[in-house]
């Protein structure tokens, strides 16, 4: 079996209070490239999370994969069913998301500041981490963001007019933690904006992006992951 071509490795990344978090760092078969700062479901950087990473590495992007339970548990890694479900669920309960934007402001600076970023630097994330994408976007420096499945997103909706930089939603038709109501009522927030696009992918299910997961959608994971690349490059 050949080597993989993409480079990885876990980097340390400094808070605003000083203490230090770790962050999966992909870097693309060519050295440099734009940069991504990839965020977690409320599974932490596992297995999945980090083949993303470098899926995207492989796509050309630097990327980073910065651990967001730090505060509550650093490193942990979880699976989608029984006790690990039940303790994603309590850690998600538990975290700030303002202090939670910080640290992802933190991410993208330390993502900047490496030698093999160039260019813009986007947010994408996966449900707690779409919310995070989107709120990052308000808030964490970043220069574009997709959001996958954000549930909860229509209790953020009332910031959409600090949003200034583009944002892609990608939502599953058949969810059951995201209502139709909310995915419209995302169409309405950002109806006047030609840079905020919204998708749904009819027939998928919440987390259909996740290979891991008895809701992977095949088409749906390809067709988003496609759109992403386009936008990451400026188109819509």
Not at 9 to 18: M, R
Not at 20 to 35: D, I, R
Not at 74 to 80: A, F, I, K, M, S
Not at 173 to 194: K, L, P, Y
């Amino acid at each position: 079996m050949s080597e993989s071509p993409v480079t990885t490795q876990w980097i340390d990344i400094t808070s605003t209070d000083g203490q230090t978090f770790n962050g999966y760092l992909a870097l693309p078969p060519g050295g440099s490239g734009p940069g991504i700062v990839l965020i977690q479901e409320i599974f932490g950087v596992n297995r999945h999370i980090r083949s993303v990473a470098e899926q995207y590495a492989q796509d050309g992007y630097v990327v980073l994969a910065p651990d967001v339970f730090w505060r509550q548990e650093p490193g942990v890694e979880l699976t989608y069913d029984g006790e690990d479900m039940d303790k994603a669920r309590k850690l998600v309960q538990q975290i700030d998301f303002s202090t939670a934007v910080d640290d992802l402001a933190c991410a993208t600076q330390t993502l900047r500041h490496q030698p093999q970023c160039e260019g813009e630097v986007a947010a994408i994330g996966y449900c707690m981490g779409g919310i995070l994408a989107y709120l990052a976007a308000l808030g964490a420096g970043v220069d574009r963001a997709a959001s996958f499945y954000p549930g909860g997103i229509a209790n953020h909706l009332d910031k959409a007019a600090e949003l200034k930089v583009p944002v892609q939603f990608h939502f599953a038709g058949n969810d059951s933690h995201i209502t139709g109501a909310h995915v419209e009522q995302t169409r309405a927030a950002f109806s006047d904006r030609d840079d905020v696009a919204v998708f749904v992918y009819d027939g998928a299910e919440h987390g259909f992006n996740c290979w891991a997961r008895s809701s992977y959608q095949r088409h749906a994971a390809a067709l988003s992951h496609g759109r992403v690349l386009s936008f990451l490059e400026g188109g819509d």
